[in-house]
């Protein structure tokens, strides 16, 4: 099971991503552009979709962020 602290620094990682790519400047622009995207915190993509699990046994790692990796 993913740990309170990694989970909060796996968030920290989406957060600061969607804060330079969107330039946004509040943390309830953040929330809001997850919600857009369909990216709950961490803690709830592994309790609803257990995905950390199903990512690491099947090795989808597109599965991960719910995103297609496109290869050039």
């Known amino acids: 099971m993913l740990s309170a602290s990694?989970?909060?620094?796996?968030?920290?990682?989406i957060n600061r991503v969607i804060y330079r790519i969107f330039s946004v400047t509040s943390r309830d622009d953040v929330w809001y552009a997850r919600s857009v995207f369909g990216l709950p915190s961490v803690r709830v993509m592994v309790e609803n979709n257990k995905f950390v699990d199903s990512v690491i046994n099947s090795g989808d790692y597109e599965g991960l962020f719910n995103v297609k990796i496109l290869n050039g």
Not at 6 to 13: F, G, V, W
């Open 6 to 13: 990694n989970s909060q620094c796996l968030d920290n990682c």
